[in-house]
């Protein structure tokens, strides 16, 4: 697996699907122009508007290391004033430097790792 992929998951506070959606455009803006290592950052909302699921695909957990840098205000923001219940899960072993920065932006409930087993091209 040479990719490292990240899943977001997260709900929309009520009545905030706009706001939301706009400050989503603000995240992706800034990934497209200041990312360097960013593979995929695509956002997808539940049909009734209250869920929302962003798949990440990074070169390595340095990619990720690097997104957050650049998007952290803006995401700061997202979470301040329209989203709630975020957690994350990973798929690809965490650098060191990875595993510090999300304990000291999510709590252990909010994430997961998964460790590649097997795959197509395995």
Not at 10 to 27: D, H, I, N, S
């Amino acid at each position: 697996m040479a990719n490292f992929e990240v899943s977001a998951h997260m709900t929309v506070r009520p009545g905030q699907l706009e706001g939301f959606k706009q400050q989503a455009a603000e995240c992706i803006r800034i990934t497209r122009e200041q990312d360097t290592r960013t593979l995929r950052y695509d956002w997808f909302i539940s049909h009734d508007g209250t869920e929302c699921e962003v798949r990440e695909s990074y070169t390595g957990p340095d990619g990720l290391i690097e997104h957050n840098a650049h998007i952290l205000p803006a995401r700061t923001k997202l979470f301040a004033d329209y989203a709630d219940n975020h957690f994350m899960t990973f798929y690809g072993e965490p650098t060191a430097q990875l595993a510090e920065l999300l304990k000291r932006h999510l709590h252990q409930n909010q994430v997961k790792f998964f460790t590649f087993v097997r795959g197509l091209e395995s």
